[in-house]
């Protein structure tokens, strides 16, 4: 994923809100959102064989996202798909499972991972010690650490708290994923990509032909106890080529 936004403990109905845009090239093989093992469901990077989101029948979830450093390319490191698997297939709870995976974090190409459950979530980086539970309220993961204020992100918080407090419905959700404006010039971080992919990345729904948001997901955990999770598949020009629905109550 290269946009996460998160509500954990902000919602009357959810435990917890989870949209996020994965941004990709567009040649780069995958398949969308299935069951990829009995109680596994999520989508499946044809490259590296691994998820960028998934989530266990209990409620346990995990996702990785890049961390944009493109003056360090690590030679040889495995995919960063497979840390998300590694998370939901270890059966130790969430912070123990990351805990687990620091030593491959440092030496993995750049990233983050998120992982939990409605119970709790954590946070771990290959660009930060440790691993840190997150606290209640929202949340939002971009290419940098955890609530780094880029203009993406701080604008996905903001409307995300709207969402919670005007709309509560999946759509409203899809409706700020699919956010294609461009931040302002004075507002775009200096990533070390250029100011033209600065600009081409910083909107949260990124068009064009060869790299862009390649799928949309809404992750609803309900205090109800069940689970809702949509995603939508998007082309080159950004437009919608399917939907995937799940919905399932989840297993203690």
Known sequence: MCLVLLALDAHPRYALVLAANRDEFHRRPALPADWLAPGLLGGRDLEGGGTWLGLRRDGRFALVTNFREPGRPRTGAPSRGRLPLRVLEDPRPPATALEALLPDLERSHGCNLLAGSPEGVCFASSHAPGVHPLE?????????????????????????????????????????????REAPD??????????????????????????????????????????????????TEGQLLGERRFQFPLED
């Open 136 to 180: 209640p309220g929202i949340h939002g993961l971009s290419n940098h650490l955890l609530d780094t204020p880029w203009p993406k992100v701080a604008r996905g918080r903001r409307a995300l708290a709207s969402w919670i407090e005007e709309d509560g419905t999946p759509e409203g959700l899809f409706a700020l994923l699919g956010d294609r």
């Open 186 to 235: 004075a507002e775009l971080p200096r990533s070390g990509v250029s100011l033209d992919w600065e600009r081409r990345l910083s909107p949260a729904f990124i068009v064009s032909p060869d790299y862009g948001t390649r799928c949309s997901t809404v992750l609803l955990l309900g205090r109800d106890g069940e689970a809702r999770f949509h995603e939508r598949s998007f082309g």
